[in-house]
């Protein structure tokens, strides 16, 4: 074997070509996961049911309230004296705040488009109405439901699933950890976070993350 051979033989062996370095089966690159932050979102959020009622009239009093018809699955959640907005096509840009002055005590078949459902009469006084106000009106009733809440809104890019349920990557002291989490309510930007994660960590998306615990740096982004 002439000595221009043996070189190029003993190149290969030491994983060296004319070219540069050459990575030996086996080897280990040192590819660091990129991640970024999650911007979560802090809302105010309180339960309430939505309902479509009828303004009506008391000639007694000159006052007004809205008739609405609860669903029996529905009126377990309303009692009396809970607030109201009331809002409608005839006054838009108004809402109106009210109260349940009225819940009926028997339930009742109201007509629902093509079929019939089980129903329970509410009554929701209207608060100072304004003299536009007309009987006879349509009006869309918000009953609210409980006391306002500050809910956890999470961009559903960041969650994802597995064979044990809905997960996201949390990062502390470097490294991107797998977190099983409970979600709830979903909206047009995100999904509710019902999981109290800790405060030194951080939600985040991380490219080719294949396990848990891995150090990832941060995106410039």
Known sequence: MNNKKTAVLAMAVCGITAAGLIALPGAVTDHVPTATIVQVEKVEHTDSVSL?????????????????????????????????????????????????????????????????????????DISEPEESLKQGYTAQVKLITSEPDV???????????????????????????????????????GVELKTVLDENERIITVDELSESGVTVKLSDK
């Open 151 to 189: 809910m956890t809104i999470v961009p559903y890019e960041a969650v994802d699933q597995d064979d044990t349920g809905e997960f996201v990557y949390v990062l502390t002291g470097g490294k991107a950890y797998k977190r099983y989490i409970e979600t709830g309510e979903e909206f047009s930007d």
């Open 52 to 124: 479509s009622g009828t303004v009506m009239r008391n000639v007694r009093d000159d006052t007004f309230y809205v008739q609405v018809y609860v669903p029996e699955q529905d009126i377990s959640k309303v009692a009396l004296n809970q607030s109201a907005e009331i809002t409608g096509d005839a006054f838009p840009g108004v809402i109106y705040l009210g109260e349940v002055s009225k819940i009926s005590d028997y339930a009742t078949k109201v007509q629902s488009g093509s079929v019939q459902k089980t129903a329970v009469e509410v009554t929701v």
